[in-house]
């Protein structure tokens, strides 16, 4: 075993070891899960309840003012109010379903549903696999059913009402469709694997188990503009020899970027609203912008959108990520296997307990330990998600300082670029510093336009030395 390796054990055990005896006392988990649920519910509702105020503001910021006359102002205002309300709405219900499920022991139910249809189509015996995916299914079915409202009511009521949306009800119904076609071919599989990992490598299953997830991350870059992409939007790639592509093939020629395909997508065909991005493998990329984009601002302007993206490519922000998301998968795993013998864990949300002379080595059922077990890591969660955003927001500012960087007029692109899109988008304007750090992982407009003038300030300093 290599010193790494080893160190990585000692360190995993240590960090098991307190969870273990957690995991084998006698504590009502259903109480405790119940209880985090409310207080996740009652944390996110607080940090709302501060942003509401903003919306009420009577003017926009004074960097702002001219690109905002008072009707788009009102308008975006109106916009976040009911985005706002809107979430509030649904928090509620969702804590209300939660509260219930979690209440009526809806995991023991569908566990038992899952065994059930198995036993009607005359297998019995230990099939956990199959059993957890049909159980992942149930559980699938009803969250779809109780959200479908909510994503109704949101794209043809709020989204429509704001000018936004763009989506015909033949599309929504298609789009729910497709997914389930996707979630199937992708998910039983993945799933499948997941399962039989834990269950061939015990205890030591989290180093096989992270490198399967990585090597599945890697598998979706390569399949989603393949397989996935155009079963729900049109790729075109843009026009050879247009002003746009040229400007963009340049970009990436002077930045080195190994651009292989340049594409548009029909984003209007369900939204008004823009971005742009890249993805694939590091020596093969490719760059997808919005046809909403292109509509909505010059080809300059647009230069300098990909400008800052390729920014973060020039920084591996991607490649920061990816290593961050790692260990916080390494520590949630690291976490899990305790509650995988417990004894009282399950029983505790009305799953049959194993029977008394069952060796200690026997695990509980994988799926629904897992799922359950993420609820206990809910104010863990919060505070990783005001983490994530702070280092997701040092990597715009990045960004946006490697676009300002490239000289020219590039700056004063990208402002314009950037205030464009939040006047065609009705964004908000004036955020909560709470509310921004745990919701937003970009800075907002302000904070980005100043963090420009400030290095743009020290470029004229130091010309002027």
Known sequence: MSPILGNLHAMQFNFQLPLARIAQSAYDWKAIALGLTAASSVFETLILIKQLPNYSKPAPPPSLKDHF??????????????????TLAKGAWGVLEGGLSLYFDLFAWSWGAAAGVLTYFGYGGDREIAQSIIFAGILTLISTVTALPWDYYYAFVLEEAHGFNKMTRLTFVTDLLKSFLVGAAFGVPFLAAFLGIIRHFGQSFVYYLMGFLLAFQLILVVLYPLVIQPLFNKLTPLEVGSSLRTRIEGLASRLRFPLKHLYQIDGSKRSSHSNAYFYGLPWSKHIVIFDTLIAQSSDEEVEAVLAHELGHWSMSHPTKLLLINQVHVFLLLSSFPPFLTSRTFLPSFGFPALPADAPFTRTAPILPTFLLFQLLLQPIEHVMQFAMNAVTRAFEYQADAFAVGLGGDFRQRLADALTKLHVK?????????LYSAYHYSHPTLPERLKAMDKLEAKKDEKKEL
Request: charged letters at 20%; proline letters at 7%.
């Open 69 to 86: 006359p008072p009707d788009t102002y009102a308008k975006s205002q109106s916009y976040g109010r009911a985005k706002a309300l809107f």
């Open 425 to 433: 988008n009705l964004s908000t304007l004036h955020v909560d510093w």
